[in-house]
């Protein structure tokens, strides 16, 4: 018995060792296999912890409510709940853009949405990002109780006035707008080179817009800088006479010079 036990041993370690030879099974081959099962729980878990993070931002955006941003009292925490208020403080075509429409009063007449868009041409497909910027702009400027949230609602309009700067054709009537809306917003950011170039492009397509001139003559006079903060408003009366901001503005440096 012993012997024939010894024998289906030997056969078995034989036969094994014909199986590693020829490649049926190989150390390198099973050190390798499991080396590939676990780059793949791996990836599986990297997987699972982007797809978990996604999920959280997609909540977010989609309530538009981010979690710092919380702190202004007597109105809602987002946006897309188009606050009459704050509507209100929109220009007049906002209520007859994509996603306001649906939810302003008087917003889906169809006769004011043909209007507009005959008007503002196929970007006004894209003007509810503006509306939307403006909202934002104002939260940040006007509403805000903390400098995170201030921050952060300055930083996301100036991602809704890209999405419109990026449809908009170079010769779209409001793009100088947008631009300097945008320009304003950097500057408050403490980016005033880019916001400055932004006011500067704002001026090349339309000279004789006044605000532009308006906003950067106000960063220069914040900065010190009167010298340059007067050519600014005297470069910009040359392009725009009758623009009382720019005339009041240079009254108030004459009255500090003095």
């Given at each position: 018995m012993k012997a024939q036990s010894s024998q289906r041993n030997i056969h078995t370690v034989t036969s094994l060792t014909?199986?590693?030879?020829?490649?049926?099974?190989?150390?390198?081959?099973?050190?390798?296999?499991?080396?590939?099962?676990?780059?793949?729980?791996?990836?599986?878990?990297?997987?699972?912890?982007?797809?978990?993070?996604?999920?959280?931002?997609?909540?977010?955006?989609?309530?538009?409510?981010?979690?710092?941003?919380?702190?202004?009292?007597?109105?809602?925490?987002?946006?897309?709940?188009?606050?009459?208020?704050?509507?209100?403080?929109?220009?007049?075509?906002?209520?007859?853009?994509?996603?306001?429409?649906?939810?302003?009063?008087?917003?889906?007449?169809?006769?004011?949405?043909?209007?507009?868009?005959?008007?503002?041409?196929?970007?006004?497909?894209?003007?509810?990002?503006?509306?939307y910027g403006l909202i934002k702009t104002n939260r940040g400027v006007l509403l805000s109780r903390s400098e995170q949230s201030r921050r952060?609602?300055?930083?996301?309009?100036?991602?809704?006035f890209d999405y419109v700067i990026k449809e908009a054709p170079p010769d779209f009537v409001l793009l100088p707008e947008i631009l300097m809306k945008k320009g304003e917003n950097l500057i408050r950011l403490d980016q005033a080179?880019?916001?400055?170039?932004?006011?500067?492009?704002?001026?090349?397509?339309?000279?004789?817009?006044?605000?532009?001139?308006?906003v950067m003559s106000d960063y220069y006079k914040k900065k010190g800088d009167l010298k340059n903060a007067r050519e600014v408003l005297e470069k910009g009366l040359l392009a725009s006479p009758d623009a009382k901001a720019l005339k009041e503005r240079l009254a108030n440096l004459d009255a500090i010079k003095k």
């Open positions: 014909q199986r590693v030879g020829t490649g049926v099974i190989s150390n390198s081959h099973w050190l390798a296999s499991q080396r590939r099962f676990l780059s793949l729980m791996k990836a599986v878990r990297l997987v699972g912890g982007i797809f978990r993070t996604m999920l959280a931002v997609g909540v977010i955006l989609a309530t538009g409510v981010p979690t710092y941003a919380q702190d202004i009292p007597g109105y809602p925490a987002s946006i897309y709940n188009y606050d009459p208020r704050e509507v209100a403080m929109l220009p007049r075509y906002c209520a007859y853009t994509q996603g306001f429409r649906d939810h302003v009063p008087g917003g889906n007449n169809p006769d004011e949405i043909q209007r507009w868009s005959s008007m503002l041409g196929e970007t006004f497909n894209a003007m509810h990002h503006y509306c952060f609602y300055l930083t996301d309009a100036i991602a809704e080179g880019n916001g400055n170039l932004l006011l500067q492009r704002a001026i090349e397509l339309k000279p004789d817009y006044w605000p532009p001139y308006a």
